[in-house]
């Protein structure tokens, strides 16, 4: 079972930024596709940004975050982390990082909750003034 531990979320003001941070428990997260995937309240589960296995050729980002969030790896740290920018209170939500196995294919990159198989207990996002 793999687990991950997600951290840096909190209270930002409209405008405002946070990093968030994807921690494995005891596994290498390079051999895994990892995603961000939201949830607000009423609303559905989103994935807002995934990178792919190996060196991370693959990104990508849902239209809602595209321009103000990055997804990037730190390979020596083995930590996988969300700048989040010019953030909006619709940016309000729980953030889960998951983790999906990529069966060899190194630009699997899913933008479908249904792809991820291990989500971390997730961290909130209020963005409020």
């Known amino acids: 079972q793999l687990q991950v531990v997600e951290s840096g979320g909190g209270l930002a003001q409209p405008g405002g930024s946070l990093r968030l941070s994807c921690a494995p428990v005891?596994?290498?997260?390079?051999?895994?596709?990892i995603g961000w995937i939201r949830q607000a309240p009423g609303r559905e589960r989103e994935v807002i940004s995934c990178?792919?296995?190996?060196?991370?050729?693959?990104?990508r980002y849902s239209d809602s975050v595209k321009g103000r969030f990055t997804i990037s790896r730190d390979r020596a740290g083995n930590m996988v982390y969300l700048q989040m920018n010019s953030l909006k209170p619709e940016d309000t939500a729980v953030y889960f990082c998951?983790?999906?196995?990529?069966?060899?294919?190194?630009?699997?990159?899913?933008?479908?909750?249904?792809?991820?198989?291990?989500w971390g207990r997730g961290t909130r996002v209020t963005v409020s003034s």
């Open positions: 005891q596994f290498g997260l390079d051999n895994y596709a």
């Open positions: 998951v983790v999906a196995q990529p069966y060899g294919d190194t630009k699997f990159c899913p933008t479908s909750v249904d792809e991820y198989g291990y």
């Open positions: 990178i792919s296995s190996d060196f991370g050729e693959v990104i």
